[in-house]
């Protein structure tokens, strides 16, 4: 598990949130137009360097965890924590966990796998 970053390794961004994608994905899911709902947020997994050794890796999503404190107000941007919580070789697996925090009122976990060749 040489390629990827270090377990607890974080990274902080702000996040600017495209009002028509996110008025498209309120409609899809019948969503509050007022609020951003939890998972609209998977979108931007691929701009943290955090996720970028994993982009090209044949990860699964196995699980996801979500933990939201209050709703989220729309507005334009949000600052958003990615970080890294586990990295471990499970018999013929590898799991990785990561934590997305966005303003401290929402967390999304989740729990990707990788096939390992013997």
């Not at 955090?50 to 107000?73: G, M, S, Y």
Request: aromatic share 12%.
């Amino acid at each position: 598990m040489q390629h990827c970053s270090n377990v607890g390794d974080s990274e902080t961004r702000t996040l600017m949130i495209d009002e028509f994608e996110l008025q498209a994905y309120q409609a899809l899911f019948h969503y509050a137009e007022h609020d951003i709902p939890p998972l609209f947020f998977a979108r931007f997994w691929h701009v943290f360097e955090l996720f970028q050794p994993f982009i090209t890796l044949p990860i699964t999503l196995v699980e996801t965890q979500v933990i939201q404190n209050a709703p989220l107000p729309k507005q334009p941007h949000v600052q958003a924590t990615l970080t890294l919580l586990e990295a471990t070789k499970i018999k013929h697996f590898e799991r990785y966990r990561f934590e997305m925090n966005v303003n401290d009122v929402l967390t999304v976990h989740h729990t990707f796998i990788k096939q390992v060749k013997l």
